[in-house]
């Protein structure tokens, strides 16, 4: 993803271009901010193909490998959705007390008994991924993604995972950010942003390991086929 806001200096197109042009089984989405963080994930979820997609932060905060892990879960376990949940974290108490918070808010307003819902990768089925018709251009996409696949009754599971320290920037999440995480959540659990998909009660398998820099995963079970 390549997306950028019109008017500032952001070398982010070209350098995603030149990693399209390296590499043939990479694609460059790059296109002018109708949104931010919710409508970025959209869009590359939105051109993926493949069995599989999914979604992991840039930043390096999270292993790559945990991708290939959740696909191994998820083919063994035959899972419609699969996501990390940090049990170590290395970015300071202030995130780690609102990550709290608003996992814990998230679990009181919707019942979801899931343990980090912005944690990544998240790795989904195609065929799923159609069902949520996601619809969040902010801070809520992860959220989002969460509740609907319980709406959608969709099996899921999580696997831990070592959340590393960002020593190139500061954290995103300001005071603003926070609050629109919690007024998100409360507009859509009471407001307009509620929708309802007919399904079964959501499933969760949470039995893993923690994921930190396992190796040698990609050749196992013939899952790189899914990295295309």
């Not at 982010?12 to 002018?32: F, Q, S, Y």
């Not at 790795?123 to 619809?135: N, P, V």
């Not at 007919?198 to 893993?208: E, I, K, S, Y």
């Not at 994921?211 to 990609?218: R, S, Y």
Request: charged share 30%; proline share 4%; net charge positive.
């Amino acid at each position: 993803m390549g997306n950028y806001i019109e008017g500032r200096d952001d070398e982010t197109p070209e350098v995603v271009g030149e990693l399209a042009r390296r590499w043939p089984n990479v694609a460059a989405i790059v296109r002018p901010k109708e949104g931010m963080m919710g409508w970025d994930m959209r869009m590359g979820l939105n051109a993926a193909r493949g069995e599989y997609i999914g979604v992991i932060d840039g930043d390096g905060q999270f292993p790559v490998e945990a991708v290939i892990a959740c696909l191994l879960k998820a083919e063994m376990e035959n899972l419609d959705l699969t996501k990390t949940y940090r049990v170590r974290r290395d970015d300071g108490l202030y995130r780690r007390l609102i990550s709290y918070v608003y996992n814990g808010l998230f679990k009181l307003l919707f019942g979801l008994q899931i343990h980090d819902v912005n944690s990544k990768p998240k790795i989904i089925r195609r065929d799923k991924y159609e069902l949520l018709d996601l619809k969040s251009d902010d801070w809520f996409a992860d959220a989002e993604i969460m509740i609907r696949a319980r709406e959608a009754g969709l099996k899921i599971g999580e696997i831990p995972v070592h959340f590393a320290l960002n020593e190139n920037r500061g954290s995103f999440v300001r005071p603003k950010a926070i609050i629109e995480f919690m007024s998100n959540l409360i507009r859509y659990r009471f407001g307009s942003r509620k929708r309802r998909i007919a399904g079964n009660q959501l499933r969760v398998d949470t039995r893993a390991e923690a994921i930190d820099q396992p190796a040698g995963l990609v050749e196992k079970k013939g899952l790189a086929r899914y990295l295309s």
